[in-house]
């Protein structure tokens, strides 16, 4: 592996642009993201993601097992960077002593049309990272065709997003829509629109979901929107016994993932 250049310096212009890189706006804008984790970073390559540049720091992580993490034919470049450096631009603990600068995959509709009896997954408003991440890991296992990131106020690339799905925003393809152009999309498509929703709604479990179906999950502070309410095919509430009257937005969706992969036969 050939190293392009070393770096000790926290105040190096690349540095700062990781940095930076911290804020979503700035990832939307020049449509670049980072990557940290062994586990994270494998999913990526495996999923063919777009490698800009390599930071790693030798006191962490060897040479040999950054040419079998990313490749021995490595496209780009890749800088050491020292112990202090790589503090400075990792942004949680343990993460393996790399960092991994990329760029996002376009997001589109029609990238996602193979499976004949689709199961898809819309996700309207989501707030939390870690919540987002939750539900990729729970798709993933699930074998989710594809999830659709409608009107979010958190974006798919957010560092505690991509570390609480286990790099599984990599793995689950991602369609990033409003959601009046998801409802006429599905529509166009034949998939029955099932949304969680507590009004007028039918067990989860008696719902037929052997036929191309997307599943619609809200925010627990206010669900879903009329939009999808009046788009559904049906609502479906996962009865409960307790005080409450919601759930955490990942458990409720692998609830009812869960359930329609049981009446696929898995």
């Given at each position: ?6 770096i ?36 990526a ?8 540049s ?23 470049p ?70 659709l ?39 166009k ?75 696929r036969?898995?």
């Amino acid at each position: 592996m050939t190293i392009t250049d070393h770096i000790s310096s926290r105040h190096n212009p690349r540095i700062k642009h990781i940095l930076q890189l911290q804020k979503s706006q700035v990832r939307s804008s020049e449509q670049l993201f980072v990557i940290e984790g062994i586990k994270e970073i494998e999913k990526a390559v495996y999923a063919g993601i777009s490698i800009e540049s390599v930071y790693f720091c030798p006191a962490i992580i060897s040479v040999d097992h950054l040419g079998e993490l990313l490749g021995n034919q490595l496209k780009f470049p890749v800088f050491e960077v020292t112990s202090e450096v790589y503090g400075k631009i990792a942004y949680r603990e343990n993460s393996g002593g790399v960092v991994v600068l990329a760029r996002m995959p376009e997001h589109l509709p029609e990238q996602n049309t193979k499976n004949q009896n689709p199961l898809y997954l819309v996700i309207e408003g989501v707030e939390k990272p870690g919540n987002l991440g939750a539900i990729y890991r729970t798709a993933d296992a699930a074998g989710v065709d594809a999830i659709l990131i409608c009107d979010p106020k958190t974006d798919i690339y957010n560092p505690n997003t991509i570390r609480a799905s286990l790099g599984c925003v990599f793995t689950v393809p991602s369609i990033l829509i409003d959601s009046p152009s998801a409802i006429a999309w599905l529509k166009k498509q034949g998939i029955q629109i099932l949304s969680t929703y507590l009004h007028a709604a039918i067990p989860y479990h008696t719902a037929n979901f052997k036929i191309p179906t997307a599943i619609v999950m809200g925010t627990e502070a206010t669900g879903i929107t009329e939009e999808w309410v009046e788009a559904s095919d049906a609502n479906i509430i996962i009865p409960m016994r307790g005080q409450t009257d919601s759930m955490n937005v990942s458990v409720s969706t692998a609830i009812v993932v869960f359930e329609a992969r049981r009446q696929r036969g898995f």
